[in-house]
Nanobody, 124 residues
Framework: QVQLVESGGGLAQAGGSLRISCAAS????????LGWFRQAPGKEREIVAA????????YYADSVKGRFTISRDNAKNTVTLQMNSLKPEDAAVYYC?????????????????WGQGTQVTVSS
């Protein structure tokens, strides 16, 4: 049974930092591309960042480029999103997702497995 479990969400002040992680089990982690998505109340789920199987290529939404960093550790089956210079508009539930493809994908429909989400709140 595949499980993706996010952790590390919480409250941060605007301009501050948070680090969220996702631990995967039940799958051959290195065969999956990974992504972080977020969904704020009343809004569509949107891609935040994605990373390919080896970690050699990444994708960032324009809204987070230069502030967020996605990384993965295939030995530990984890993917991490380092979020710096947080803004109130970054507040959302953040989800990690895994796609059994070799590239990088920003479409939610490409992803096969999803975590339950972790709340990120940013105070102004």
């Amino acid at each position: 049974q595949v499980q993706l479990v996010e952790s590390g969400g919480g409250l941060a002040q605007a301009g501050g930092s948070l680090r969220i992680s996702c631990a995967a089990s039940g799958l051959t982690f290195s065969r999956y591309s990974l992504g972080w998505f977020r969904q704020a109340p009343g809004k569509e789920r949107e891609i935040v960042a994605a990373i390919n199987r080896s970690g050699s290529s990444t994708y960032y939404a324009d809204s987070v480029k230069g502030r967020f960093t996605i990384s993965r550790d295939n030995a530990k089956n984890t993917v991490t999103l380092q979020m710096n210079s947080l803004k109130p508009e970054d507040a959302a539930v953040y989800y990690c997702a895994a796609a059994m493809y070799s590239g990088i994908y920003y479409q939610a429909s490409k992803y096969d497995y999803w975590g339950q989400g972790t709340q990120v709140t940013v105070s102004s």
